[in-house]
């Protein structure tokens, strides 16, 4: 009983091609996070949405962008994805006081 | 001031002994502490949490110890076991409450050996 979903769990892009990543929830939480983890790295905060407030990090690139049309799905835009981007991609849901969960990621390979 | 400084980067423990990892911060509004567990290809799980008005929690095999005073957190395992070699992290965040962010630490990459 998947309850934070991503796809794809792979994704192959090409250097400049700009590439969408899905998260689905099934939890009805209010808030959704994107992460971006490279190797041996904690999960870096990329932006997240409380509601329908976005909230974008400081340091996040111009090239990564997001959208929440409903409740349960959030999308991250790479616009130009550069060698540089190719991590694993984690959404995490929230209900706000409680636990983040997070979902399984989606593995982004930039050739 | 918003860093969480986590040790050791890496950790080998023998089965049925204990796992120790630490955790320390700078900022007295963290008011949420959760410990996170990874395994290589999946997404971070919550392993237990503890809020600041409590110096321990226990479930199960793990304890997480709070020192609010020295500002440091630790993750105890007791009898490790192979199935524990995971990464761990430690975070913290503030306004949990109001839906704050978590502040991860860099990560301690747990091995049991049998």
């Known amino acids: 009983d998947a309850m934070v979903i991503q796809n794809p769990r792979y994704q192959v892009t090409q250097f400049g091609k700009p590439v969408t990543l899905s998260c689905s929830q099934t939890?009805?939480?209010?808030?959704m996070y994107w992460y971006q983890q490279k190797s041996s790295q904690a999960p870096k905060l990329l932006f997240h949405?409380?509601?329908?407030?976005?909230?974008n990090e400081a340091d996040t690139p111009d090239n990564f962008q997001s959208r929440r049309p409903n409740t349960s799905f959030c999308f991250l835009d790479i616009r130009s994805p550069g060698l540089g981007d190719a991590a694993m991609y984690l959404c995490a849901t929230m209900e706000v006081g409680n636990e983040q969960f997070f979902g399984p990621g989606t593995r982004l390979t930039v050739l | 001031q918003q860093q969480v400084k986590q040790s050791p980067q890496s950790l080998i423990v023998q089965k049925g002994g204990i796992s120790i990892i630490n955790c320390a911060y700078e900022n007295t509004a963290f008011d949420y502490f959760p410990w996170y567990q990874q395994f290589p290809g999946k997404g971070p799980a919550l392993l237990i949490a503890?809020?600041?008005?409590?110096s321990e929690k226990k479930e199960g095999r793990f304890t997480i110890s709070f020192n609010k005073s020295a500002k440091q957190f630790s993750l105890h395992i007791m009898d490790s076991q192979p199935g524990d070699s995971a990464t761990y992290f430690c975070?913290?965040?503030?306004?949990?409450?109001?839906?704050?962010?978590?502040?991860f630490g860099q990560g301690t990459e747990l091995s049991v050996k049998p």
């Open positions: 939890l009805n939480h209010n808030v």
């Open positions: 975070a913290a965040s503030t306004r949990h409450n109001q839906g704050g962010k978590l502040i």
């Open positions: 949405y409380y509601d329908k407030d976005f909230n």
């Open positions: 503890i809020r600041p008005d409590v």
